[in-house]
């Protein structure tokens, strides 16, 4: 959507962070947009530990083969600490993660599969997290699962320099057995 065509919050969105093109396609259902942006930032700065939101949304993005999200979050995973390696590592190349970290891969992993998680993974998510965050986290996952098919469905592009953004070479490739 050209800047011409928007509206009061479209414009308040884009002067907080900068002119997406997440934000101007979906800002064309304006009604939408506003429900769905209030939604998107309580999981963005919710409660849950930065780290633990990216490596979520990293793997999500990587699952479903979601470029846009990807090369948007790469930048939130370093801000939130996760190093160079470990971001590359997400697309599930060799890594020692902790078992903090591979929890929250795999359930990412097992929400991909199947749209649920094992018992003994609910398991030790309630020993890792509250109530709150555990619902937080799965909530996190669904909905970053569901972005990245409007996404694609939508064709939103990268930004002009989206792939230099990732800094970890090429956007991620969707996982093997996927279509």
């Given at each position: 959507?050209p800047?011409?065509?928007?509206?009061?919050?479209?414009?308040?969105?884009?002067?907080?962070?900068?002119?997406?093109?997440?934000?101007?396609?979906?800002?064309?259902?304006?009604?939408?947009?506003?429900?769905?942006?209030?939604?998107?930032?309580?999981?963005?700065?919710?409660?849950?530990?930065?780290?633990?939101?990216?490596?979520?949304v990293?793997?999500?993005?990587?699952?479903?083969?979601?470029?846009?999200?990807?090369?948007?979050?790469?930048r939130?995973?370093?801000?939130?600490?996760?190093?160079?390696?470990?971001?590359?590592?997400?697309?599930?190349?060799?890594?020692?993660?902790?078992?903090?970290?591979?929890?929250?891969?795999?359930?990412?992993?097992?929400?991909?599969?199947s749209?649920?998680?094992?018992d003994?993974?609910?398991?030790?998510?309630?020993?890792?997290y509250?109530?709150?965050?555990?619902?937080?986290l799965?909530?996190?996952?669904?909905?970053?699962?569901?972005?990245?098919?409007?996404?694609?469905?939508?064709?939103?592009p990268?930004e002009e320099?989206?792939?230099?953004?990732?800094?970890?070479?090429?956007?991620?490739?969707?996982?093997?057995?996927?279509?």
């Amino acid at each position: 959507m050209p800047p011409e065509q928007w509206d009061g919050f479209l414009a308040r969105v884009v002067e907080g962070t900068g002119p997406y093109n997440v934000f101007t396609t979906l800002a064309r259902h304006p009604a939408l947009f506003q429900a769905w942006i209030g939604f998107g930032a309580a999981l963005l700065y919710g409660t849950l530990p930065a780290r633990d939101r990216e490596l979520a949304v990293l793997r999500t993005a990587h699952n479903r083969g979601s470029a846009y999200e990807w090369v948007q979050h790469v930048r939130l995973a370093r801000e939130a600490g996760l190093t160079e390696a470990e971001i590359e590592a997400v697309r599930g190349h060799g890594h020692g993660w902790g078992a903090g970290d591979r929890l929250v891969l795999e359930v990412a992993d097992e929400m991909h599969r199947s749209g649920d998680i094992a018992d003994e993974t609910w398991e030790a998510l309630c020993a890792r997290y509250d109530e709150p965050g555990r619902i937080e986290l799965v909530m996190l996952v669904a909905h970053y699962d569901m972005l990245a098919v409007v996404l694609t469905v939508l064709r939103v592009p990268l930004e002009e320099a989206g792939t230099a953004l990732t800094g970890v070479g090429d956007p991620p490739v969707p996982p093997a057995g996927s279509s």
